[in-house]
């Protein structure tokens, strides 16, 4: 199962953007997917989650202004950015846990490549 992320850019403070995360493979669910993302000389940090229900978490620093949001029938999840400030600049990376439907149930988890999101003016 391979993720396609994308989405971002060069954007204003105040501006927005939306990432997408596009999982492939045949016979998949995507359980729980989270947002990830690393600035330059700091570590990576969870940005936001949302599971396989629905339920979304936040850290507080992006709460209020970003969004996570799922489409199951496409395999894709979303991340849409408001707001945004200088300090949300890095590249952002999603994860998914998954299950694969063959003969039996596989279980895995995967990461995208990363899109990178520059705010500046």
């Known amino acids: 199962v391979q993720l396609q992320a994308s989405g971002g850019g060069l954007v204003q403070p105040g501006g927005s953007l939306r990432l997408s995360c596009a999982a492939s493979?045949?016979?998949?669910?995507?359980?729980?997917m989270n947002w990830h993302r690393q600035a330059p000389g700091k570590q990576r940090e969870l940005v936001a989650g949302?599971?396989?229900?629905?339920?979304?978490n936040y850290v507080d620093s992006v709460k209020g202004r970003f969004t996570t949001s799922r489409d199951d029938a496409k395999n894709t999840v979303y991340l849409q950015m408001n707001s945004l400030k200088p300090e949300d600049t890095a590249v952002y990376y999603c994860?998914?846990?998954?299950?694969?439907?063959?003969?039996?149930?596989?279980?895995?988890?995967?990461w995208g490549q990363g899109t990178q999101v520059t705010v500046s003016s």
């Open positions: 493979g045949s016979s998949i669910r995507i359980n729980n």
């Open positions: 949302i599971t396989s229900g629905g339920s979304e």
């Open positions: 994860e998914a846990d998954w299950w694969q439907y063959g003969d039996s149930v596989v279980a895995g988890r995967s």
